[in-house]
């Protein structure tokens, strides 16, 4: 096979969250976080199937979470309209910040980890900073008409997906705004490794590597289904394959370049795949569905 494609299913995480809402890779990919309809949040080791500790803060489902650059932290964001800043050793809430209206949808750390970013059904992105005791957020971004579902953070960029159907991009080095339409409601937006271009995933069953300068679409992505829940897509280690959950309870790649689909997993269920996480460097994947984690591997990545 042309590429290192993670087809080997090497553990099965039974979180006892209920159903798992999101699975997020540390940014070293030793560990994980799992966010539960339980209200809680679980630390894992996935490459040992090993349980570390669980955090609890919120009153209601947890969607989304990231630790921070030194493994320190974590931030959370749920239902119940919080974000949650935990300490990893401790497992305590550090803070909690309460200006949203609506569901706190995604959550992200700027590269420093001194600021949390968080997308909420109220239509906004919201900025925290971490070290201030102020409860009140240091910036609102109120572009977007329609909740926002997706949230993606560089050195000097903000990359948002809503379901308004819009991506937008702050610049903020030069503190402009950029907006691409996209048409249905966009639920994952992720950044290239080049800094380049943007990965799209669209409920019209399809997915759209654009550039990001020009808003031109590069390629696109198909034969997955989504079209009714949020689903998260991604980009391989190498950025040489697109990588998508799916309705049908299968997991999706595509070749980059050639946009044909290469292979897929299937989780032996017709519950959606919607939530997954690649490895930084090796051609791992963590994939979230119904409420169990699979981790699964490259078979060649045993003979190298």
Not at 208 to 224: A, I, P, Q, S, V
Request: one cysteine or more; aromatic letters at 8%.
């Amino acid at each position: 096979m042309k590429f290192k494609v993670p087809e080997n299913k090497e553990a099965v995480l039974d979180c006892k969250q209920q159903a798992v809402r999101a699975v997020r890779f540390s940014v070293d990919s030793r560990y994980c976080m799992t966010c539960g309809s339980d209200k809680s949040v679980k630390l894992w080791n996935p490459h040992r199937a090993l349980f570390l500790k669980t955090y609890v803060g919120h009153g209601h489902e947890v969607l989304d979470a990231q630790g921070s650059g030194d493994n320190s932290q974590i931030c959370t964001g749920a239902m119940d309209k919080t974000v949650v800043l935990f300490d990893v050793a401790s497992g305590q809430a550090v803070r909690k910040y309460r200006d949203h209206a609506g569901t706190v949808n995604c959550v992200k750390f700027n590269e420093e980890s001194t600021v949390i970013l968080s997308g909420s059904l109220d239509n906004t992105v919201r900025a925290w900073d971490t070290r201030s005791r102020s409860h009140t957020p240091i910036q609102v971004l109120d572009e977007a008409t329609d909740s926002v579902t997706s949230l993606q953070v560089s050195d000097h960029e903000i990359l948002t997906g809503s379901a308004d159907g819009k991506v937008r991009r702050y610049d903020l080095r030069v503190g402009r705004l950029f907006a691409d339409f996209i048409g249905k409601a966009v639920t994952s937006v992720t950044f290239t490794r080049d800094g380049q271009c943007s990965l799209v995933s669209s409920q019209d069953n399809a997915i759209r590597l654009m550039d990001k300068d020009t808003g031109e679409m590069l390629n696109e992505f198909t034969g997955h289904k989504h079209s009714q829940y949020k689903i998260d897509s991604c980009l391989n280690n190498e950025d040489t394959l697109v990588v998508s959950g799916s309705e049908d309870g299968k997991v999706y790649f595509w070749d980059l370049v050639e946009a044909k689909l290469v292979h897929t997993l299937d989780h032996s269920t017709t519950r959606p795949v919607h939530s997954l996480a690649f490895h930084h460097s090796e051609a791992c994947l963590l994939t979230a569905c119904a409420d169990k984690v699979f981790l699964w591997r490259s078979s060649q990545d045993d003979d190298s």
